[in-house]
C-alpha cells in the first residue's frame, strides 16, 4: 500500500500517519511557522523507512542557508538511503540533489533540483528549496522564473497554491516587477494568511519603492503571521527596522534591534546578518549604537562559519571590523582565502566577498579613499553574493557614504542616482493597484 501527499506525489512509506506528518510538517516549513523540526522527528522515530520524511527533514536544515546544518542534513540523507523501502523515481531525483548541496556543492544541487522539477513541478518540498537556493546563488531571473515553469501544474483549488504565489510574488519583486509582485503577493496572503514570505515579498516592494508608511502599515496588518514563533521573525523585523530608518526613526529602529533582531541563543547565520546589516546602516547614519558590536562579533566568532559562504562573509567583517576584533577578522580572511584557493571554490569570495570585507575594514579606520578602491568594482559583480536587492544594497550604501566622507562628493551624488533607479515612484497606477489587491485581502487580526 503507498500513500500520497496533498499534491498527489507518492510517498514511500506504509503508515498513513507518516504521510499525515509529512503534510503538515511541509506546510510549517512552507510558512516558517513553528518547529518542523519537533513535528517530523517523533514521526521517523516510529518510522525510520520514511524516506521521504528523511528527505524532508535533510531539506529543512540546507534551507537555513547556515554551513553548520550540512552534517546534520548528510545524515538524514544517510538514513533515507538506508531505509528498506524502494524510493520512488521523484525520491531518488531530489536525494541526489540534496546530497550536492549538502556536500557543499550547491550550485550541483541547484542544476539537480532545476532538472527535478520540471519532471515533478508539484513537489513543493523541491520547489521551495530551488527558490532558496535561487535567492543564495544570485540567481535573481529564476527567482521569477523558476515559479513560472511550475505554476501551470497548479491551482487555486490546491491547498498550497498560495504558497506558490508567495514565491511567485518574491521573484517578480527581485526582477522589478513591483506592481505584479504586490498583487500577487496580497494575493498570497489572502489564500494563506499564513504565508510569511509572501509578507515578506511585499515588504521588499515597500522597501524598493521608499513606501515606509505604507511598509509598517503592512507589517503591522500581518503581524500575527510572523511576529513571533516564526522562522522569518527576525527578518521582518528587520525589513520594518529599515522602514522605520527610512522616516528617521533611529530609536525606533535600534529598538527593534534590541528587541527582535540581536541574536538569540539559537540564531542562525542569517539571523547574525540581519543583526549585522542593520548595526551598520545605523552607523552610518551617526546613530551611535553602543557595545552591541562586540556581543554580535562574538556571537560571529562562535558560530564557526568562516569561509563557507561569501554573503554571511561580508556581514561577519562588518560586525568584526566595527567590533575592532582584528584576530577575528584575520580568522575570517585566512578561511576565505583558503576556499577561494580550493578546487571548486565558490568565486563570489575572490571577487565579491574578499574586497569587500576590506573594504569594509578600510571604512571603519577612516580610509574612505581605500574602502572606494576596493568596492567600486565590486559593485557591478555584487549579484555573485546572492541576497535580494535590499540586502546587497548595503554595498552600494557603503560607497555613498565612503565617498561623501572622503569628499568625493561627485561619486556620491552618481551612487545615490544609481540606487534611485531601483527605488520607483509611488503612482496612481499603483495606487490603483494596491486598492484591487486589498479589497481581496483577508483580515489577519
Not at 67 to 92: F, G, I, K, V, W
Not at 194 to 220: K, L, S, Y
Request: charge should be negative; charged fraction near 20%; include cysteine.
Amino acid at each position: 500500500m503507498t500513500f500520497k501527499d496533498l499534491r498527489g506525489e507518492t510517498l514511500s512509506t506504509v503508515h498513513a500517519a507518516s504521510a499525515m506528518a509529512y503534510d503538515h510538517t511541509l506546510d510549517l516549513l512552507n510558512s516558517f511557522r513553528a518547529d518542523p523540526l519537533a513535528a517530523i522527528t517523533p514521526v521517523l522515530a516510529q518510522d525510520p523507512d520514511f524516506i521521504s520524511g528523511h528527505l524532508l527533514l535533510a531539506g529543512m536544515m540546507l534551507g537555513t542557508y547556515d554551513p553548520n546544518m550540512n552534517a546534520p542534513a548528510l545524515a538524514s540523507l544517510d538514513n533515507a538511503a538506508a531505509s528498506a523501502l524502494a524510493p520512488t523515481a521523484r525520491e531518488q531525483s531530489l536525494h541526489a540533489a540534496l546530497r550536492a548541496w549538502a556536500d557543499g556543492d550547491m550550485i550541483g544541487g541547484s542544476r539537480r533540483l532545476d532538472r527535478h522539477l520540471i519532471d515533478h513541478p508539484r513537489d513543493l518540498l523541491a520547489l521551495q528549496l530551488a527558490h532558496t537556493a535561487d535567492l543564495a546563488l544570485g540567481y535573481t531571473t529564476m527567482l521569477r522564473d523558476r515559479i513560472a515553469r511550475a505554476l501551470p501544474a497548479w491551482s487555486e483549488s490546491d491547498a498550497s497554491y498560495g504558497y506558490v504565489l508567495g514565491m511567485q510574488a518574491f521573484g517578480l519583486e527581485e526582477c522589478f516587477a513591483y506592481d505584479q509582485a504586490e498583487e500577487v503577493g496580497r494575493r498570497a496572503v489572502s489564500l494563506q494568511p499564513h504565508d510569511t514570505w509572501a509578507v515578506h515579498a511585499v515588504a521588499h516592494v515597500c522597501e524598493m519603492q521608499g513606501r515606509a508608511d505604507d511598509g509598517i502599515q503592512w507589517m503591522n496588518e500581518t503581524r500575527g503571521a510572523w511576529e513571533a514563533n516564526n522562522g522569518l521573525a527576525v527578518h521582518n523585523h528587520w525589513h520594518l527596522a529599515l522602514m522605520h530608518l527610512s522616516r528617521g526613526e533611529h530609536a525606533a529602529a535600534l529598538a527593534l534591534y534590541d528587541k527582535a533582531v540581536a541574536p538569540a541563543p539559537t540564531a542562525l547565520a542569517l539571523d547574525l546578518a540581519d543583526a549585522s546589516a542593520l548595526l551598520w546602516r545605523l552607523v552610518m547614519r551617526g546613530v551611535d549604537v553602543g557595545p552591541r558590536w562586540l556581543s554580535l562579533a562574538q556571537r560571529w566568532r562562535t558560530q564557526g562559519v568562516f569561509g563557507a559562504v561569501g554573503f554571511l562573509d561580508v556581514h561577519a567583517a562588518i560586525s568584526l571590523a566595527a567590533a575592532g576584533d582584528r584576530e577575528g577578522m584575520a580568522q575570517l580572511m585566512r578561511a576565505g582565502a583558503d576556499a577561494a584557493a580550493r578546487p571548486g571554490a565558490f568565486a563570489e569570495w575572490s571577487a565579491v566577498a574578499m574586497p569587500a570585507s576590506e573594504a569594509i575594514t578600510a571604512m571603519v579606520a577612516g580610509e574612505h579613499t581605500r574602502c572606494l578602491d576596493l568596492l567600486m568594482p565590486v559593485l557591478p559583480v555584487a549579484q555573485a553574493l546572492g541576497g535580494s536587492h535590499a540586502q546587497r544594497d548595503l554595498l552600494t550604501l557603503t560607497a555613498q557614504e565612503a565617498a561623501q566622507r572622503g569628499g568625493h562628493h561627485a561619486l556620491a551624488s552618481a551612487l545615490k542616482s544609481q540606487r534611485q533607479v531601483h527605488h520607483l515612484p509611488f503612482t496612481p497606477q499603483r495606487s490603483a493597484v494596491l486598492s484591487r489587491a486589498s479589497r481581496r485581502a483577508i483580515s489577519l487580526a
